[in-house]
């Protein structure tokens, strides 16, 4: 292995926080297909409403009215930014 490959410099996201970063983006990703519908994207996603619910709770994601709204510092207290890779999927 060579040490100035810049692939091996890249950090690694730890297991847990992708797939919390996951779940922040298939999420966000159904309440806006579903129109902020959140029976219909709990459905998408094969999960309970109640799930839904506690994920978004869990990661600042308020949907109102139909509107989405996205509360920033609880995604970053879930996942740290280390690695390049996330900062592309945070809206």
């Known amino acids: 292995m060579d040490n ?3 692939e091996e410099a890249k950090p690694v996201l730890p297991l847990i ?3 919390e970063l996951l779940d922040i983006i298939y999420v966000i990703n ?3 297909k579903n129109d902020g519908n959140v ?3 709990a459905e998408e996603l094969d999960i309970g409403r109640r799930t839904i619910y506690d ?3 869990k990661y600042g994601i308020l949907c109102t ?3 989405l709204s996205i509360k920033l510092k ?3 207290r879930y996942i740290e930014l280390r690695s390049p890779h996330v900062e592309r999927y945070l809206l």
């Open 4 to 6: 100035n490959d810049p």
């Open 30 to 32: 159904a309440l806006l």
């Open 74 to 76: 609880p995604i970053l």
């Open 17 to 19: 926080e992708s797939r």
């Open 65 to 67: 009215d139909g509107e």
């Open 55 to 57: 994920l978004m709770e």
């Open 39 to 41: 029976t219909r994207a």
